[in-house]
């Protein structure tokens, strides 16, 4: 790999807030700790409001509802800003809230990276998943005024009435003109765009993005942290989602369920915070991440049974370079990275019981788990961490 000069980068993430889930702030860290190792400068940054809950979630509806606009005023001022004082060589967006960060950089004539780990492109609830729970294709043609009002359940009486009152109030023009005003931002001369996916890609494509602005860039594993580790298998199956409903929580609880009825020696674990229990499942909270290779290592199956369209979720490379098999619906990329009968199965949406099969068949069967578990640390080698980075500098270079 080449590198041409030290930059200065400012890189803008809100997955860098204390307490974000998932697999993004792992992205972010590794990327910022790349990129300075490599000699750049790198200053990390995101805008966080400092009002009360109540109030962030006054604005956050009035923001996804009622105004037309994509850029929030305090947060697009305080980006101004940072870039005025900092004048980086160019700026990487990791996911943020809207496009204040884009419009920022526009107007400050600067070169931007927007690297897009989720749906809010295309999709202003994020997820692809519209108010009935089914797979949606994007702004285009839809009614995301009607999936909005219809998605969030307010609990208590003041949340209730506000809603009813944005009920009243919005439209879906004024959605769809945010969306529009989305990807005109996104089609700025000075913005580049990194997709995760073909797939995803393509959706952007067919949602009005410039084709020739998107490069892709698949996520990347470390394969020493998660390995094998030569840690004897016990019949773990594990959930590694957190109580998300687009992540299948709840289908997890059927799973552990069913099979524990007829396989009481089989442990299911799940991490990540939980209301919700199950008397079936060993819930272990969020844990360490050496804590969470080694349980990988030990365990005989991991179930993705996401219901959305999964970009690229971290939890399948993680699995796969422990070679550990994995269960998983047939959703977004995982048929890509989950090779059918190859490296684990993949299974219809929702089908509960094929899925119950076939974890049945990798415990019990000794023969298939090694054949699964081989194929899987091999597979894991082809998004090693090493290739993410160098693709990303690439990327960098040519944006300048």
């Not at 995301?144 to 208590?156: E, F, R, V």
């Amino acid at each position: 790999m080449t590198v041409k000069k030290n930059f200065k980068i400012l890189y803008v993430t809100a997955s860098l807030d204390h307490g974000w889930p998932g697999g993004e702030p792992i992205v972010a860290r590794s990327t910022i700790r790349f990129l300075k190792s490599v000699g750049h400068n790198v200053i990390a940054t995101f805008y966080k409001s400092k009002s009360f809950k109540p109030i962030l979630y006054l604005t956050g509806q009035w923001r996804s509802r009622l105004d037309p606009s994509d850029s929030f005023i305090r947060p697009f001022v305080y980006y101004k800003k940072i870039i005025k004082k900092e004048n980086p060589d160019i700026i990487i967006s990791q996911y943020d809230y809207d496009c204040s960060i884009v419009k920022a950089a526009t107007v400050r004539k600067k070169n931007i990276i927007v690297y897009v780990h989720i749906w809010w492109p295309i999709c202003p609830k994020v997820t692809l998943l519209n108010w009935k729970g089914e797979i949606c294709s994007g702004f285009m043609l839809n009614d995301c005024g009607y999936c909005l009002k219809h998605s969030d359940q307010p609990t208590s009486l003041a949340f209730r009435i506000f809603n009813l009152f944005v009920l009243f109030l919005s439209q879906n023009n004024n959605v769809r003109r945010k969306m529009q005003k989305r990807i005109e931002l996104l089609n700025s001369s000075n913005v580049n765009i990194i997709a995760l996916t073909t797939q995803m890609r393509e959706n952007f494509i067919k949602n009005g993005i410039s084709a020739e602005k998107i490069k892709i860039l698949p996520n990347g594993i470390n394969t020493e942290e998660f390995s094998p580790k030569n840690i004897s298998r016990e019949k773990i199956v594990g959930y590694y989602g957190g109580e998300v409903y687009a992540k299948g929580y709840e289908v997890f609880f059927k799973i552990a369920e069913i099979v524990k009825k007829n396989y009481p020696d089989v442990s299911f674990v799940a991490t990540g915070n939980f209301k919700n229990k199950s008397p079936f499942i060993d819930f272990l909270g969020v844990i360490d991440r050496d804590v969470f290779s080694s349980l990988l290592a030990r365990s005989m199956c991991t179930v993705i049974p996401s219901i959305w369209e999964e970009p690229f979720p971290a939890v399948a490379l993680e699995s796969l370079a422990s070679g550990t098999p994995t269960v998983a619906f047939d959703v977004g990329v995982l048929k890509s990275i989950i090779i059918d009968g190859q490296n684990g199965f993949i299974v219809p949406v929702m089908s509960i019981d094929e899925i119950v099969d076939r974890i049945v068949k990798i415990l019990t069967n000794d023969g298939l788990f090694s054949k699964l578990s081989e194929n899987s640390r091999r597979v894991a080698y082809e998004y090693t961490e090493g290739k993410r980075t160098s693709m990303l500098m690439n990327i960098i270079n040519d944006c300048l």
